[in-house]
């Protein structure tokens, strides 16, 4: 025997509308039907297809093998903040508090980042998104702090205070790869200033995040403490 799947809503609209246009239905079953042929009634799209396919266990996507890894494209960090921020000033501390957490992630997985976004949000709920390219690839915080916060300087332009700000590190590649560079490239700063921010890795991964951190970043940052930012929404291995 043929099995046959019904989908019900439940929600009466349709049926409700043809009643006050047809007052003879009224008091009578009534249900609404499809035709996928004529296209008239309610007829189910890609997504009923995709949902009369897993009924009929006819599934046939992918499944995630037990090793697979998905691939990092980018490393960002984004919060909304509980307040406005009315200068460059408060904008400046927190884009250098979410790069601490982008250069951390980009350490743990040997990377290095040639391009920094930087997306902003006023209070009027309309955001921009800047982008600045970086002459040497980095996972350095500071200086990708600085490259997102100079995209912002420029770009913005005021007419709202900033209510949220997203921090995101793009064309990523792994930190030992070659890479070019020219006489006038200071060398010797930047192996001390990775040599520090090693040392400030190995300080909070034995202490904890607080441990150690910069002067600037004391006080009220106007940003959240309540964990928010650590969520994780659910997502899709293949999009």
């Known amino acids: 025997m043929e099995r046959a799947i019904l989908h019900s809503d439940l929600n009466c609209f349709y049926a409700s509308v043809e009643m006050m246009l047809d007052p003879r239905l009224r008091g009578k079953a009534v249900a609404v039907c499809g035709c996928t042929e004529d296209r008239h009634g309610i007829v189910l799209g890609v997504n009923g297809l995709g949902l009369w396919s897993y009924a009929n266990g006819r599934d046939n996507s992918r499944v995630m093998h037990k090793d697979f890894v998905s691939p990092i494209k980018s490393v960002g960090h984004g919060i909304t903040c509980v307040s406005d921020l009315e200068n460059e ?27 920094v976004q930087v997306h902003v949000r006023g209070n009027d709920l309309f955001g921009s998104q800047y982008q600045c390219k970086l002459p040497l690839k980095t996972q350095l915080p500071s ?71 910069y002067a600037c970043l004391m006080g009220d940052l106007k940003m959240p403490t309540d964990g928010r930012d650590k969520v994780k929404m659910p997502g899709l291995m293949y999009q």
Do not use: C
């Open 89 to 115: 000033e408060e904008v400046w501390k927190v884009i250098f508090a979410l790069s601490q957490d982008i250069g951390h992630r980009l350490r743990l997985h040997n990377l290095a980042t040639r391009t």
């Open 143 to 213: 200086e990708i702090a600085a490259a997102a916060f100079r995209s912002f300087k420029e770009r913005y332009s005021w007419n709202t205070k900033v209510r949220a700000v997203t921090v995101r590190a793009i064309e990523l590649s792994p930190k030992d790869s070659a890479e070019q560079l020219t006489l006038f490239d200071n060398v010797q700063h930047r192996m001390t200033m990775e040599k520090v921010q090693d040392a400030v890795e190995e300080i909070r991964g034995r202490f904890g995040k607080s441990a150690i951190t």
